[in-house]
């Protein structure tokens, strides 16, 4: 009974989730921010930007979660068939529909870069016209709707006003991807939950040769914004150890929205992932 009663309730949630607005403007402003960063001005502008024009789909989604999770605001009669720990289950089951959304986006987004040759990535003599999103990046994407899912929930727990839980929800996501480069420090882009790479390594001062770096570095040469040469560097470890800190983050907000016997195992697991997922990342960090 309490089985059935709660994947109706996940049904429910399912279809109120795929109608509210939110998530469709979003995915509206993700490709308007993707289409802008086609503008290139610089090498790896497209590369990074790309993975940064995801952030209002995810505002979006956190914004429907909110949706979702302020009706558990209203007092539900102490007979309901769902306590409330299944009911926050439920509305969370509810907002798969939309991280598939997400998910269905980026992997044609990178169909369609495959099909149409790659992204430019590095200046010359060490550039490449067909890069790739590594496998772990395009999973970052997909564990970042996770997120959005699970931080809307917890906001609106936390705060107990839908309205603030969406300012403070649309204030983080915009600096997450507007001003990602904000967070590509050595330090904070561990801990930023929307990782843009390449990583630049200082490799020589800018009267270097840079015909006598090894020909398959990808550099960065010494412009307005550095004064010395890098090699740019892409690492699939650094991207998978970020995305263990994801599943850490992600359960340390589910904890928050779900009450229950299962809060504190969830806290404790994900504190325990998020932590060892940020250390390794630094160890990695080329």
Do not use: K
Not at 76 to 105: I, T
Not at 174 to 196: D, E, H, K, M, S
Not at 253 to 261: C, F, I, N
């Amino acid at each position: 009974m309490t089985t059935t009663a709660t994947q109706e309730l996940a049904r429910i949630e399912a279809r109120r989730s795929l109608r509210h607005p939110a998530p469709w403007l979003g995915l509206a402003l993700s490709g308007l921010m993707a289409w802008n960063t086609w503008e290139e001005t610089w090498s790896g502008q497209r590369y990074t930007g790309l993975v940064a024009s995801l952030t209002p789909l995810l505002l979006g989604i956190s914004l429907a979660s909110v949706a979702a999770f302020g009706r558990e605001l209203v007092p539900v009669a102490d007979d309901a068939p769902l306590g409330r720990a299944r009911r926050s289950a439920a509305r969370l089951l509810g907002a798969l529909p939309l991280v598939g959304v997400a998910v269905l986006l980026v992997v044609a987004a990178a169909l369609w870069l495959r099909s149409t040759g790659g992204l430019s990535l590095g200046d010359e003599p060490g550039r490449t016209a067909q890069a790739h999103h590594t496998l772990p990046e395009l999973v970052q994407l997909g564990l970042l709707a996770c997120l959005a899912v699970a931080v809307g929930a917890a906001a609106v727990h936390v705060l107990r006003q839908r309205l603030a839980a969406s300012i403070v929800l649309s204030i983080g996501w915009f600096l997450a991807g507007a001003t990602y480069w904000i967070f590509n420090g050595p330090v904070l882009r561990a801990l930023a939950p929307v990782q843009v790479q390449p990583v630049y390594v200082d490799v020589g001062p800018p009267e270097t040769d840079p015909l006598t770096f090894p020909a398959d570095w990808l550099l960065s040469a010494p412009g307005e914004f550095q004064d010395h040469w890098a090699r740019v560097v892409v690492s699939p470890a650094l991207a998978w150890w970020h995305n263990a800190y994801l599943v850490g983050l992600v359960l340390l907000a589910v904890a928050v929205a779900v009450p229950g016997r299962a809060r504190r195992p969830l806290l404790a697991a994900g504190a325990a992932i998020a932590v060892a997922g940020v250390l390794l990342q630094q160890a990695v960090t080329p």
